[in-house]
C-alpha cells in the first residue's frame, strides 16, 4: 500500500495508505465490540478501548463526514465519547480494576508501543516545521505526508496486533472464570 503510494506520488484522504489505517481501525473495533459482548473479562475495557477507536475512525473519515456537513465528524466524535463517559461513570471501578489486571500482560505492552508510535512519535515525526527545518527551501510536504501516513499506519498495525492478543487474552481470561 505504501509503496503504491510513493508510486502515485502522492498520500492524500483517498491513499491506500489512508483507507488501510481507516480499515485496521474498523477491523479493530470490531474485535473489540465482540469481545465486550462475547466476554466477560475485561468487557468495560474492551468497550472503551473501542470507543476511543471509533473517535479515531470518525477523525479519519473526517473529510468524507465533511462532506455530508461541515462539522458533522465533530459532533460524532464528540457524541462516542459521551459515551464512553457514561460507561466510565456508571463502571468506572470495574474499568480501573480491569486495566489494573490487564496492564501486566503482553497484550497491553504491544498496545502501549502502538498508541506511543501512533499518537506521539508520529505527530513529532510529522511536525510540519520539523522537516521544513530539515529540508529548508527543498521542503515538500509530500515527503512529510509520506512519512507521517506511513509511521501512522505502522501505529494502527501495532495496534491491530494488539487487539488481537486483548481478544485472545478476554477469551483466555472469561474460560478461566
Request: cysteine-free; overall charge negative; glycine content about 8%.
Amino acid at each position: 500500500m505504501i509503496k503504491f503510494d510513493f508510486m502515485a506520488g502522492e498520500f492524500k484522504e483517498d491513499s491506500l495508505t489512508e483507507r488501510a489505517q481507516e480499515t485496521f481501525l474498523l477491523i479493530g473495533i470490531i474485535i473489540l465490540v465482540i469481545s465486550s459482548i462475547k466476554f466477560e473479562a475485561f468487557r468495560y475495557f474492551n468497550s472503551i478501548l473501542s470507543l476511543f477507536f471509533l473517535t479515531h475512525l470518525i477523525r479519519e473519515l473526517d473529510s468524507i463526514l465533511d462532506s455530508v456537513f461541515d462539522g458533522l465528524w465533530q459532533i460524532l466524535a464528540f457524541s462516542v465519547v459521551g459515551i464512553a463517559i457514561v460507561i466510565l461513570i456508571k463502571h468506572g471501578k470495574l474499568f480501573w480494576k480491569q486495566v489494573a489486571e490487564i496492564q501486566h500482560q503482553f497484550a497491553f505492552g504491544i498496545f502501549t508501543v502502538g498508541l506511543l508510535t501512533l499518537h506521539v512519535f508520529s505527530r513529532l515525526y510529522g511536525k510540519g516545521t520539523n522537516w521544513e527545518n530539515l529540508m529548508g527551501d527543498g521542503y515538500f510536504r509530500t515527503i512529510k505526508d509520506a512519512s507521517e501516513e506511513s509511521i501512522e499506519l505502522l501505529g494502527y498495525t501495532i495496534i491491530l496486533i494488539s487487539i488481537g492478543e486483548l481478544f485472545y487474552l478476554s477469551k483466555k481470561q472469561n474460560s478461566i472464570n
